[in-house]
């Protein structure tokens, strides 16, 4: 009996944000997506960088890949996104999908600001298409070249900052995700963010349907962790996610390792809580 082919609808756009940095953003992109990637593995998940420090491409492998390349085949967002053009699509060891950063978008504001509705430039790239440079995995029989139609899950690392680019992401999402480092000055900014979003969702985007805040590097023994959580429970609690992601230096190794904390350590406990999160956010799918 004929395998009957698998079919694939974006309807997850999940933007991970905030204006301070060392807070876990890249962290959590890249272990959420791996969540999805074990929770449902016949579903494609597709990752964006616009952090000007890829980190989050560094992971997934493209430092390695892009040598491999031609130098016309070394696209990143900025290209696509400099020249309103489709994205460009690679794929990591682990099966994750993901359109690599630049340390040009550290400039991309200039470009941006001369396009018309600067924050909506991501998402008229993302509507142009894709260039398949996936390597086979996806196949250019099966592939439609439409995002919204290949891919079932996008998430998207934020720059630390509010750039125009933090705000293209802004206005592609259909849930905004805040991390916050519970032991730093991180929460102050909440709720600048929450509005800036909320302006967004008026102006743009009435697909930004959840807004949620996410505590991470959590050490519950500390007292400003705990006076931080009272503080968060007391003044977002409706956005509030209810696991808090626990600090581990499980998910350092496996950083260092070029992996996520879900393949290198499932049983600790920042994955679980990692896992807890994802079923929160994406387990009706």
Not at 142 to 161: H, K, Q, R, W, Y
Request: aromatic share 8%; with cysteine.
């Amino acid at each position: 009996m004929e395998e009957k082919t698998m079919k694939h609808q974006l309807n997850d756009v999940l933007s991970v944000t905030n204006f301070k940095g060392g807070v876990g953003k890249t962290t959590t992109v890249q272990t959420l997506a791996a969540c999805l990637h074990k929770m449902y593995p016949q579903k494609r998940v597709i990752v964006t960088d616009l952090d000007p420090q890829c980190n989050l491409s560094f992971l997934l492998g493209w430092n390695d890949l892009r040598k491999t390349l031609p130098e016309y085949a070394r696209m990143t967002i900025y290209d696509a996104m400099t020249k309103v053009a489709k994205i460009p699509v690679y794929t990591s060891p682990s099966g994750i999908f993901y359109v690599p950063g630049s340390a040009e978008m550290q400039n991309i504001d200039v470009s941006l600001f001369g396009q018309n509705i600067p924050r909506l430039v991501l998402a008229k790239c993302v509507m142009q298409g894709y260039f398949n440079m996936t390597n086979g995995a996806i196949d250019e029989k099966e592939a439609t070249g439409n995002v919204f139609e290949d891919f079932d899950f996008m998430l998207i690392d934020c720059p630390p900052s509010l750039s125009q680019s933090t705000c293209n992401a802004m206005a592609m999402a259909t849930t905004l995700l805040v991390p916050i480092q519970m032991e730093g000055l991180s929460v102050t900014g909440v709720g600048s963010i929450l509005e800036q979003a909320k302006q967004i969702k008026k102006e743009l985007n009435p697909n930004l349907a959840n807004m949620l805040l996410l505590p991470t590097m959590v050490n519950s023994q500390l007292v400003i962790t705990n006076e931080l959580q009272d503080f968060l429970e007391n003044n977002f609690e409706d956005s509030l996610i209810p696991t808090p992601i626990h600090r581990s230096v499980k998910v350092a190794e496996a950083q260092t390792r070029m992996t996520d904390v879900i393949n290198y350590a499932p049983s600790c406990r920042a994955a679980e809580d990692y896992m807890k999160v994802a079923e929160t956010i994406f387990g009706d799918e």
